[in-house]
């Protein structure tokens, strides 16, 4: 998973990362409201971790922010000093799904943050992946349309799935690439496009079979499942 985290101090900022991190989650740290804010504008990212006292922008304002920029359904939590039971409230009735106060346990924190993960996408848990008539078998990394077996390579087939476990999201180029290619790998934009291409060829994602896989320009990619009738 990709996840946001803005932390000023550079000692806590480093530990929130390496805990989150060793579970495998890629981690981009902002030391400031304002920095997250620009990221998000050209990023997508799956859970924010946010302290509330940064420079420029508070969380709270980030938090205000996101809740009118970002879906909803991307978690938010609190990692922060401030633990009046007025902040508290105030951050979870403007849309904050966890709050912990600092210092926080190592195993306390990974343990709420895949909770959230958990409930936010349960797509990426299931051992099967169902969508119409498109099948996904994470265990043999087989897919079948219609039950025809469809021949994939593994980035392709990671491509795919990462792309149906996201229905309906705007997925940035960077959160792609970090899903399917890994964070220390930079490849051409090139190469991810004819990947792109060549999935919407071999699994007919187009809307008249339920599907729409839209580039977004200077973005990334969604793909949408359709209503009958070819609407989204």
Known sequence: MRIAILE???DQAALLKSCIAAAGHDCHVFAAGGALIKAVGRESFDLFVLDWQVPDLSGEEVLRWLRK???????VMFVTNRDSEQDIVAALEQGADEYMK??????????RVQALLRRA?????AETLDVDAVHFDLKTKGITVSGQSIELTQKEFDLALFLFQNLGRL??????????????VEIPSRTMDTHVSRIRTKLNLRPEFGFKLTPIYN?????????????A
């Not at 920029?69 to 978690?75: L, Y």
């Not at 600092?102 to 343990?111: D, H, I, M, T, Y």
């Not at 969604?222 to 209503?227: F, M, V």
Request: aromatic content about 8%.
């Open 8 to 10: 000023d101090e550079p």
């Open 69 to 75: 920029h970002v879906p909803t359904s991307v978690p």
């Open 102 to 111: 600092k210092p926080v346990g190592q195993s306390e924190l990974l343990a």
């Open 121 to 125: 996408y349960p797509r990426q848990l």
């Open 171 to 184: 997925l940035s180029r960077g959160h792609i690439q970090e899903a399917v290619w890994g964070s220390t």
């Open 219 to 231: 973005y990334g990619y969604r793909l949408e499942h359709l209503a009958p009738g070819g609407s």
